[in-house]
T-cell receptor, first 114, second 112 residues
C-alpha cells in the first residue's frame, strides 16, 4: 500500500515568495495532520483535520500560514509570504479517527527560505 | 494538560549494549502510548504501541511496558545494532480524541 505522499521533497525559494506544500494521505484514513520540525523547536503540530474539517489550528504560527483539505485525498499547506524563519521540515501524517490508531507520516518536505 | 517527557540525549552506545530511553507522561485520562523512530531524512515510523495499563508493546527487539503506577513507557532493547541509530519519539493520544502529544525526541548513536 502507498504511504503518505508529500511533495515536493525539497523546496528552496526566496523570502517573500508563496510556498505550497502538498499531501496525499493514505486511502481510507479520515484524519490528517501537518507538523513542522526544527532543531530548535522539535516537532510542532500546526493543524489537523477530521473528515476534511479543520479541528485545531492553534499551532499555525501566524496569518501567513493557511491549510486546506478540499477532499479526503488531498491537503495543502501554504505560506504567503515566506520568511527565512519558516525554514524547516514539514511533515504530513494521516490516521483513522480512533484514539488507539497510529499516525502514519510522509517523508516530509525540506523547506529552505533564503 | 497532556504531555510527554523524554530523557535528554544524545545517547551514544557501543554495539550490543543494552538500551533504555526513559519516557514519562502526564495525562488527564487514559492514553494510548507509542514509540516512533525517525531515521535521517525520513518521516517518523511507528515502532510499537500499548493501549492500556500493563500492556507490553514490542517490535524489532524493542520493548516498552505501559506502567500506569509510574506513568512511564520506557523503551528498551537488549542488544543494539549500528542500524538502530536514529531519533526516538515517545507519544501519547487520549482516548477522547486523536491528537498526538510527542516528546522532544532522543537521538541514539550506536558505534561499532
Amino acid at each position: 500500500d502507498a504511504g503518505v505522499i508529500q511533495s515536493p521533497r525539497h523546496e528552496v525559494t526566496e523570502m517573500g515568495q508563496e510556498v505550497t506544500l502538498r499531501c496525499k494521505p493514505i486511502s481510507g484514513h479520515n484524519s490528517l495532520f501537518w507538523y513542522r520540525q526544527t532543531m530548535m523547536r522539535g516537532l510542532e503540530l500546526l493543524i489537523y483535520f477530521n473528515n476534511n474539517v479543520p479541528i485545531d489550528d492553534s499551532g499555525m504560527p501566524e496569518d501567513r500560514f493557511s491549510a486546506k483539505m478540499p477532499n479526503a485525498s488531498f491537503s495543502t499547506l501554504k505560506i504567503q509570504p515566506s520568511e527565512p524563519r519558516d525554514s524547516a521540515v514539514y511533515f504530513c501524517a494521516s490516521s483513522f479517527i480512533r484514539a488507539d490508531q497510529p499516525q502514519h507520516f510522509g517523508d516530509g518536505t525540506r523547506l529552505s527560505i533564503l | 494538560g497532556n504531555s510527554v517527557t523524554q530523557m535528554e540525549g544524545p545517547v551514544t552506545l557501543s554495539e550490543e549494549a543494552f538500551l533504555t530511553i526513559n519516557c514519562t507522561y502526564t495525562a488527564t485520562g487514559y492514553p494510548s502510548l507509542f514509540w516512533y523512530v525517525q531515521y535521517p531524512g525520513e518521516g517518523l515510523q511507528l515502532l510499537l504501541k500499548a493501549t492500556k495499563a500493563d500492556d507490553k508493546g514490542s517490535n524489532k527487539g524493542f520493548e516498552a511496558t505501559y506502567r500506569k503506577e509510574t506513568t512511564s513507557f520506557h523503551l528498551e532493547k537488549g542488544s543494539v545494532q549500528v542500524s538502530d541509530s536514529a531519533v526516538y519519539f515517545c507519544a501519547l493520544v487520549m482516548n477522547t480524541g486523536n491528537q498526538f502529544y510527542f516528546g522532544t525526541g532522543t537521538s541514539l548513536t550506536v558505534i561499532p
